[in-house]
């Protein structure tokens, strides 16, 4: 399935490094989302996009950098991470708020 | 707050045998309900959802689930599971404001 891609796939930086893993939906939706995986732990929610706009911040540290430049593309800068950030980062799109959602593959984070 | 409760962290099944994965939620308003599949090495995939009508639904690959409002339940079956089942599943429920409440994940392991 090629909806929702994500890239890159695995990344690995430093804590004093500058990285921005980058999400786009093909899919026509109005909605982008970013979540972190991490392992034996629910997918948490860090970021929701609606028409460009955010409309969620769930208490993410100023770390993470969230930018949507149009409804298809949306960005997520890292900079000065933790190794307790390392995680899989999800992308996910929706047509509106409740309706269903579709994920990307992830890219797989390593912070050293 | 909102929760999601999957009960089973890890089950291991035999081919053939039937599967049954719980899913509670905590929140008393109008809900969409989700099960979402990971398989090893892929991306999320939605398995089944519900939003309203037939409580029971049916979904791909022979899965179906039951909305249980009294319970506030979405149990996921499967009377006979195959060793390409194996993957991680994941309960997900979203109210009114559109935020995707996820569960904990079930690991299943399906033995040939």
């Known amino acids: 399935e090629t909806g929702v891609t994500q890239t890159p796939r695995h990344l690995v930086m430093g804590m004093t490094n500058k990285k921005s893993l980058k999400c786009e939906q093909h899919?026509?939706?109005?909605?982008m989302y970013w979540y972190k995986q991490s392992a034996k732990k629910p997918l948490e929610l860090m970021f929701v996009y609606n028409f460009k706009e955010q409309t969620e911040n769930n208490s993410v540290p100023s770390r993470f950098s969230p930018e949507c430049p149009n409804s298809s593309h949306l960005f997520l800068h890292l900079h000065t991470l933790q190794p307790e950030d390392s995680a899989l980062y999800l992308c996910?799109?929706?047509?509106?708020?409740?309706?269903?959602?579709?994920f990307g593959p992830g890219t797989r984070l390593l912070v050293l | 707050a909102q929760s999601v409760s999957q009960h089973n962290h890890h089950v291991i099944l035999s081919e053939a045998a039937s599967l049954e994965l719980g899913c509670n939620y905590s929140y008393g308003g109008t809900v969409n309900l989700f099960w979402y599949v990971q398989y090893p090495g892929q991306h999320l995939q939605l398995l089944l959802k519900?939003?309203?009508?037939?409580?029971l639904v049916k979904g791909i690959k022979g899965f179906e689930a039951e909305f249980i409002k009294s319970k506030f339940s979405f149990n996921l079956r499967k009377p006979s599971v195959q060793w390409s089942d194996t993957a991680e599943y994941f309960c997900?429920?979203?109210?009114?404001?559109?935020?995707?409440?996820f569960g904990q994940g079930t690991e299943l392991s399906v033995k040939p």
């Open positions: 899919l026509g939706h109005n909605a």
């Open positions: 519900y939003f309203s009508g037939d409580p």
């Open positions: 996910a799109s929706s047509d509106r708020g409740r309706e269903t959602q579709y």
């Open positions: 997900a429920v979203n109210n009114q404001g559109g935020k995707l409440i």
